[in-house]
């Protein structure tokens, strides 16, 4: 199976219906990050082969461009200096350089078309690595997370059943009636801290009608 073929299959991997089918998903999820990584890196290296491959195609096109120009200047030269059979020989240059450049040129337009698949290959599978990472991240933190629940509940129930000594229950009654009490006492001094406002309020409408009164008398003297 070649390369792309094997990133094609990772790409069509149908998250679900493998966690699904799995015994053991989270560590299927962690086996199918470890084969995404292994494909990626292979992708990276033939992307990097790719363009330096199109880097030379495009130097061996220019280089025979070059060589067709440089040709016909040389077969102009011989024709000025009255050289017909040195200018059509600097023409056959010329003309093979031209189809040289030519073949270079479609190989180049073929290379940027396996570049461009590659790299599209590669932003595919980096962006399902990153899927199937954060897949496998959530899935561990809620395995994590039964087992913590687990061990809560577990407690619970220890704690449940020593409770039904008498003793513990007399603590209990304790606790509880302190909480009462305790909660009665914020009760009041709530209701405390509301009165007091009121009767703050009140007290400045008062300052604010004799500051008035103050205003009036002066006003009308």
């Known amino acids: 199976?070649?390369?792309?073929?094997?990133?094609?299959?990772?790409?069509r991997a149908n998250l679900n219906d493998l966690i699904e089918k799995?015994?053991?998903?989270?560590?299927?999820?962690?086996?199918?990050?470890l084969?995404?990584?292994?494909q990626l890196m292979q992708v990276k290296t033939q992307v990097a082969i790719a363009l330096a491959d199109e880097h030379l195609l495009a130097k061996k096109q220019k280089e025979h461009e070059d060589g067709?120009?440089?040709?016909?200047?040389?077969?102009?030269?011989a024709v000025r200096k009255g050289d017909d059979n040195l200018a059509r020989a600097a023409l056959e240059r010329s003309l093979s350089a031209k189809g040289?450049?030519?073949?270079?040129a479609q190989q180049l337009e073929d290379q940027k078309t396996e570049v461009e698949t590659l790299k599209t290959a590669l932003r595919n599978l980096d962006q399902k690595l990153a899927e199937t990472r954060s897949r496998c991240e959530l899935m561990i933190a809620e395995s994590r997370r039964a087992r913590v629940v687990g061990r809560a509940q577990q407690a619970r129930e220890t704690i449940a059943r020593k409770e039904g000594d008498v003793s513990v229950r007399r603590m209990r009654s304790k606790i509880d009636g302190a909480q009462a009490r305790n909660a009665a006492s914020r009760e009041l001094m709530d209701g405390d801290a509301v009165e007091e406002k009121f009767a703050k309020l009140e007290r400045e409408?008062?300052?604010d009608a004799l500051l008035a009164n103050l205003k009036e008398q002066h006003a009308a003297r």
Request: aromatic share 4%.
């Open 1 to 11: 199976m070649s390369l792309l073929e094997r990133v094609s299959t990772l790409l």
């Open 22 to 33: 799995a015994e053991d998903p989270e560590k299927l999820l962690k086996q199918l990050v």
């Open 35 to 38: 084969d995404m990584e292994n």
């Open 68 to 77: 067709e120009a440089e040709w016909k200047r040389k077969a102009e030269l």
């Open 100 to 104: 040289m450049a030519a073949g270079f």
């Open 205 to 207: 409408e008062q300052i």
